[in-house]
């Protein structure tokens, strides 16, 4: 299965390697397909004083440092057209923030790279509408024929799954959206985003962590290509999404209750 881990937004250069050391089992796991996560620039936080992390051409020296030293494949997000071709020389993955899943310019850059475009789906989107998205990454890589599983996954387009938008500051999983996805792309569940409470804390989003295990136990059950876990050595200092990661030493039997469950 593809398992994306690490911390919402490159921190120190000292708790990123913390952090990448404590991810090796699962880079060596043969069942699981591994990758590192981190953004270089979080563009999309709730205040303008918020940490956004290092930008790009800090954060890509230190994502690439990563890379060399401890051999991951590296996932990170990009906000703007222009970012793509540089930052798809280090990461293996560009992933496309839900706000902007809409957003062709940005989705056409990515399809542009050799890198492979994880696309996640809008809080405010059906996931039928996602097809779209899709496709405009099919399209821009040579493909013009009907959306399938097996052509997005040929051509290297992935859509994840981080919930919907219900009532005021909260997100709801429709855990029909990851069968609706599936039959037309390979389809991850980001189950530390999907128990965000958005801008419910104040100047930053806020978020219940203890319910990042049954949701994602639900999502191994209806059948996803892989899982998302932001996580950290100490989620209470982190800079970014503290308030939904799962700590690091409560990842390892997670994941072993996934393998458990998981339908392929």
């Not at 998205?133 to 859509?159: I, P, Q």
């Not at 500051?169 to 069968?179: A, E, K, Q, T």
């Not at 136990?217 to 996580?231: H, K, L, P």
Request: proline share 3%; glycine share 8%.
């Amino acid at each position: 299965m593809i398992l994306i881990a690490g911390p919402c937004v490159l921190e120190s250069r000292d708790n990123v390697f913390k952090i990448a050391e404590e991810l090796k089992e699962y880079s060596e796991d043969c069942s699981i397909d591994f990758y590192f996560k981190a953004s270089f620039d979080k563009a999309n936080r709730t205040s303008i004083d918020s940490f956004r992390g290092p930008g790009v051409d800090e954060g890509l020296k230190l994502l690439e440092e990563v890379k060399k030293e401890f051999g991951y494949k590296i996932l990170t997000d990009i906000h703007e057209s222009s970012q793509a071709s540089v930052v798809s020389e280090v990461a293996d993955v560009l992933q496309i923030p839900a706000f902007l899943c809409r957003q062709t310019d940005l989705l056409v850059a990515a399809a542009n790279t050799a890198s492979i475009v994880n696309i996640k789906k809008g809080q405010f989107l059906a996931p039928q509408a996602m097809e779209h998205s899709v496709k405009k990454v099919l399209k821009t890589r040579g493909f013009n024929g009907d959306v399938s599983y097996s052509e997005a996954k040929k051509y290297g387009v992935w859509l994840t799954e981080r919930g919907s938008s219900f009532g005021y500051g909260n997100l709801v999983v429709d855990m029909r959206s990851l069968v609706v996805m599936r039959e037309f792309a390979p389809t991850i569940f980001d189950a530390t985003h999907s128990v965000q409470m958005p801008a419910s804390g104040g100047a930053s989003s806020g978020g219940d962590s203890s319910f990042v295990p049954p949701l994602s136990r639900a999502a191994a059950a209806v059948g996803v290509d892989g899982f998302f876990f932001e996580t950290h050595f100490d989620p209470s200092i982190a800079l970014s999404d503290g308030a939904n990661m799962i700590k690091l030493d409560k990842l390892k039997e997670l994941v072993e209750q996934i393998k458990q469950i998981q339908i392929i």
